[in-house]
């Protein structure tokens, strides 16, 4: 008796102080599992996207909310959960390690390492989900992101803080684009991202290779979801890569981000929402398929300078089937982005790579994110390459063309030839300068189709060794003075006395 009074008084002078009184704990019971999903009834107070924690240890995500129960989806499939178990409220949403500890390592969706290079040492975690900067946070796109592929610098410029799609049939050079661009970014300060959605274990790793051995993953996070993986795991994956750039944007840097590619990604919550029980719609997908990625999207851009100037540039990749770009997800992600680089199967046949088909591939920032030396080389290229594709096809039908047509469609040839690269070899945009000069000023207009490339290659080396201050000029200046032109004009004469081909 005497302990029950001492129980009350205790209890009675822990209400009168001041401190916080204690918080209970929500917790709610498992009532149904199956499929990585689990329905638990009792949490009446939990919000979407929330983390839920399991008496055994396993871990999930609210993605529905019902009037009676909450779905979960569990991060992992192997943690066993079971009916009737404790489930408990985190009041957090899912974070993931950001930080400089990231660059060179590779990771899954949830930031645990894939490299048995042992743990991530992170500076802080972020939520997956963030609301995107308004305009007001934002500044205009202005400054070029190199790519090093002269198609895309001279024709569909890309911007630091943009979004361009990248689009294509399976096997058109897609993924080799991505790897061109960021090996490109060796020395530039710029931080890249790649997410990999669904694909193989092989060729993700083939790819991570490839990276190490030209020294682009010191600069370089791997996030990779691969098709072994929980659907959710997929879906969460390129929202977790974009916190993680998000980092590196908020201290004032530039990074690149990709995704590759967001069809299987779609393809991912479709599987999530029909488990969900979610109404189909068009394809099965679920309502709110355009939101998901546009809400990734948004979160692209480029901050101004009160919050430290940094830019985060994504390139999604989006597959069709049979160059059919009017699809469902393809239409979605083109109306989200600020342009496309479309790559044709026929033109990829033909032998013509990188693939790109320029009259459907438009970069909506436009010169605003060009050098002015490429712009005053590449003014009316787009056109010449058009009027040459019109032409080709009259000519296809052993029709009669009259002389300026001929000497059009010559010119396209050699535009063509310019355009034309390997794989792994990228150029400076002095060097794409030179190139598209060479064109524009008629210098190549004698030479075989078989020579253009090497002459264009061969001088660029030349003018970069004999006239290096001049180099360095258009280099630091990103314009092609008077004076330039000139001393561009009397190298190819000289240049032209010891060409052989």
Known sequence: MVKRETDIISLLERALEEKPQETLEEVGTVIKVGDGICKIYGLTNAVYGELIEFENGGVGIILDLDEDYVSVVLLETSSLVMEQEIAKRTGDVFRIPVGPGL?????????????????????????????????VQRSPVNSSLE??????????????????????????????????????????????????????QSDTAKFIYQLEKYGALDYT????????????NQYLAPYSGCSIGEYFMNQGKDVLIIYDDLSKHAIAYRELALLLRRPPGREAYPGDIFYIHSRLLERAGKVNQELGGGSLTAIPIAQTQDDDISAYIPTNLISITDGQI?????????????????????????GAAQSKAI????????????????????????SELDKASQKALDRGK???????????????????????????????DNLKIEDVKQFTLQFASYFKGIYINNYNNILESQNLSSEDIAVLNNAVKEFLLIFTS
């Open 147 to 200: 790519t090093g592929i002269t198609v895309v610098d001279s024709l569909i410029p890309i911007g630091k803080g943009q979004r361009e799609l990248l689009i294509g049939n399976r096997s058109t050079g897609k993924t080799s684009i991505i790897f061109d661009i960021i090996k490109h970014q060796k020395d530039k300060n710029v931080i890249c991202i790649y997410v990999s959605i669904g694909h193989k």
């Open 414 to 444: 050699r535009a063509i030839e310019i355009l034309k690269q390997p794989e792994r070899e990228t150029y400076s945009f002095v060097d794409q300068t030179i190139f598209l000069f060479l064109l524009k000023e008629n210098y190549l």
């Open 221 to 232: 996070v791997i996030i990779d979801a691969d098709a072994k993986e929980t659907a959710l």
């Open 375 to 398: 712009k005053k080389v590449a003014g009316a290229l787009k056109l010449e390459i058009a009027q040459y594709n019109e032409l080709l096809a009259f000519a296809q039908f052993g």
């Open 103 to 135: 660059l060179g390592r590779v990771i899954n969706s949830a930031g645990k390492p894939l490299d048995a290079l042992g743990d991530i040492i992170a500076a802080e975690f972020y939520p997956i989900e963030k609301i995107a900067p308004g305009i």
């Open 342 to 366: 479309f790559l044709d199967t026929n033109l990829f046949n033909t032998g013509i790579r990188p693939a790109v088909n320029i009259g459907l591939s438009v970069s909506r920032v436009g």
